[in-house]
């Protein structure tokens, strides 16, 4: 198991597969975000992921008029550095994804930063888009956590597709 930023001291066991996950409804693409610390780096995992087609490195958690770096460099926005990861439902799982993002992409028990990089904008996040993510989502969590010695910080917020 591949994790970074010293997850895997913590980790008790691997993390199997996802106990609640969406069911693929036929749709061609789905939208899942994340945020784990630098989005460069989660882009760069989420980038080679088959069933992943598109990936998009930005800002969530903020409202869009204040998301230039220096604005959420400062941590008055709210923003948290996101990936916006495109996937085909029929090639991967929006529970396959969010194992890789507890299993490799970050260490979710580490509050506003991760590894090097500190401040609120590099904290542990999911962005939920329905109702079935946001199931998923959870039990993700609460799994995850049986698992790891250490309480998670990452935030669960539900958004409106509207940008």
């Not at 609640?20 to 080679?48: I, L, M």
């Not at 490799?104 to 609120?120: A, C, E, S, Y």
């Amino acid at each position: 198991m591949g994790t970074v930023m010293g997850a895997e001291t913590t980790r008790k066991e691997p993390i199997p597969a996802p106990a609640v996950d969406v069911q693929n409804t036929g749709a061609k693409s789905e939208t899942a975000v994340f945020a784990g610390g630098c989005f460069w780096g989660v882009q760069t995992t989420f980038q080679r992921i088959k069933g992943v087609t598109a990936t998009t490195a930005g800002y969530s958690g903020g409202s869009a008029a204040t998301a230039t770096y220096d604005q959420v460099s400062s941590e008055t926005t709210g923003h948290a550095e996101s990936v916006k990861i495109v996937f085909d439902p029929s090639r991967i799982s929006y529970g396959t994804l969010l194992r890789v993002f507890f299993s490799v992409v970050h260490d979710p028990t580490q509050l506003n930063r991760q590894g090097p990089d500190v401040g609120d904008q590099y904290r542990s996040a999911i962005f939920t888009f329905s109702v079935e993510q946001n199931s998923a989502a959870r039990s993700s969590l609460a799994e995850e956590q049986k698992r790891l010695d250490q309480a998670i910080t990452t935030e669960l917020k539900s958004q409106d597709l509207a940008e």
